[in-house]
């Protein structure tokens, strides 16, 4: 079953979390740990329920790791993405548990909640648009790939990777890690590497998107005065 398979692949996720923050921490007392928990893993669980009524597909789709017919440089991005993913856990673990060396101001630390939740809203309102929203760059031929551009697409390119921008803002801040949060850019810069790469291959492979992008000339951030204009002109597109 679908679901079930979703929700292993969750639970195991959640597992290597667990260990990642608690085990660095020394304790399982820490109540931002939980919340983090408790914020991330519901809202991903709804979501996989949502999509297991609504878009099987999807949910078939992003339960791939690796794929053939997915580039080479993108398989190891996924695998370099993941595993700096559970490092960089760890190292806020580290910071915000163990080694106390730069306090972070509460309104930072609520800064950081409300990041976050602006993220894993970004997530979901994303994949609730594009049908077609696969955890790896590759054109999905057997579902009948065809370009999005409604929704957040009307603003930018990635509207996934923005949320993921905002993740990695938000996560360190709640934490009160300094060290996570210098990390951010990292994985900003591995977000950006990526959507360069990604629209190479759109360009070359899914009709409409060249010109897509010169419709929505933003990959991550929306040009606020000018998107009822551009939802205008691309009322009739559909994207990726």
């Known amino acids: 079953m679908i679901l079930a398979k979703a929700l292993g692949a969750l639970w195991l996720v959640f597992l290597l ?11 399982l007392s820490w109540t931002a740990g939980w919340i983090f928990l408790l914020l991330f893993f519901g809202w991903m669980t709804v979501l996989a329920l949502w999509l297991s009524r609504n878009d099987p597909g999807l949910l078939i789709e992003r339960l791939s790791l690796l794929k053939a017919d997915q580039p080479v440089w993108d398989r190891i991005w996924v695998l370099l993405c993941y595993a700096l993913s559970l490092a960089w856990l760890v190292l806020i673990s580290l910071d915000a548990r ?23 809203t970004m ?5 609730r648009t594009n049908r077609f929203l696969s955890p790896l760059v590759r054109l999905q031929s057997e ?57 190479r291959l759109l360009c070359r492979a899914l009709p409409g998107y060249e010109q897509y992008m010169q419709e929505v000339p933003r990959r991550f951030l929306p040009r606020f ?16």
Do not use: N
Request: aromatic content about 12%; hydrophobic content about 45%; some cysteine.
């Open 143 to 199: 579902r009948g790939h065809t370009l999005v551009s409604d929704g957040p697409y009307a603003s930018v390119r990635h509207p996934l990777y923005s949320g993921a921008c905002l993740f990695y803002l938000g996560v360190p801040l709640f934490f009160g890690s300094w060290e996570g949060f210098a990390c951010a850019p990292l994985f900003m810069g591995l977000l950006y590497l990526r959507a360069v790469l990604e629209e």
């Open 123 to 127: 997530i979901v309102a994303t994949m």
């Open 17 to 27: 979390t667990c260990v990642a923050l608690f085990v660095p921490a020394g304790t």
């Open 225 to 240: 005065s000018s998107r009822r204009q551009r939802h205008t002109s691309l009322a009739d597109g559909k994207d990726r």
């Open 98 to 120: 163990r080694w106390h060396r730069l306090q972070v101001p509460l309104w930072l630390q609520l800064l950081g909640a409300l990041l976050l939740l602006c993220a894993l």
